[in-house]
């Protein structure tokens, strides 16, 4: 009988344990989608990335044609964004005269010359700015300067 107390108490424990680890981050994090433009123009390609002014992890994600979506924490955030704008893209951002070359026995792309980069500043301390809510819409738009 004691061993079957000591069985069910530690299957609670550890279900416990687990349960108090799942959920605990997606509590802090919310969905956010949006756009990135250059001069009106979408961002071909590009990373964007919101930091928590205060402590905390930070979330991210892809933009592609000048959309993304995210998870993100939320709250005050600092948005970092790279990527690059091309004249003529496929559905994926990517450049559509890009040529595939062979180096060192290896296929590589060799892309043409953007039109655009986002200047550094952006990509590592940036002066983009976004409250994230907790739940409710966030969506957000964000126009790159260019310098």
Same mark, same amino acid.
């Given at each position: 009988?004691k061993k079957?107390? =000591?069985?069910?108490?530690?299957?609670?424990? $550890?279900? &416990? #344990?687990?349960?108090?680890g =799942?959920? %605990?981050? &997606?509590?802090?994090?919310?969905k #956010?989608?949006?756009?990135?433009?250059?001069?009106? /123009? @979408?961002?071909?390609?590009?990373?964007? /990335? +919101?930091?928590p #002014?205060?402590?905390?992890?930070?979330?991210?994600? !892809?933009?592609?044609?000048?959309?993304?979506?995210? *998870?993100?924490?939320f709250?005050?955030c600092?948005? *970092?964004?790279s990527?690059?704008?091309?004249d003529?893209v496929d559905?994926? $951002?990517n450049?559509?005269?890009?040529?595939k070359?062979?180096?060192d026995?290896f296929?590589?792309t060799?892309?043409? !010359?953007?039109? +655009?980069?986002? @200047?550094?500043?952006y990509? &590592?301390? &940036?002066?983009l700015r976004?409250?994230? !809510?907790? %739940?409710?819409d966030n969506?957000?738009?964000?126009?790159?300067?260019?310098?």
């Open positions: 009988m079957l107390v =000591c069985v069910v108490m530690l299957i609670v424990l $550890g279900v &416990s #344990v687990v349960c108090a =799942c959920n %605990s981050d &997606s509590r802090r994090y919310a #956010v989608s949006g756009t990135v433009t250059i001069n009106g /123009q @979408p961002l071909s390609r590009g990373t964007i /990335q +919101f930091v #002014v205060a402590d905390g992890y930070d979330g991210g994600g !892809k933009i592609v044609l000048g959309k993304f979506v995210a *998870n993100v924490p709250g005050e600092k948005v *970092n964004i990527g690059e704008l091309f003529d559905e994926n $951002g450049p559509k005269n890009s040529t070359i062979i180096v026995g296929e590589q060799k892309e043409p !010359k953007p039109k +655009f980069i986002v @200047p550094p500043k990509a &590592s301390d &940036s002066p976004a409250e994230v !809510k907790k %739940s409710g969506t957000l738009a964000f126009e790159i300067k260019p310098e």
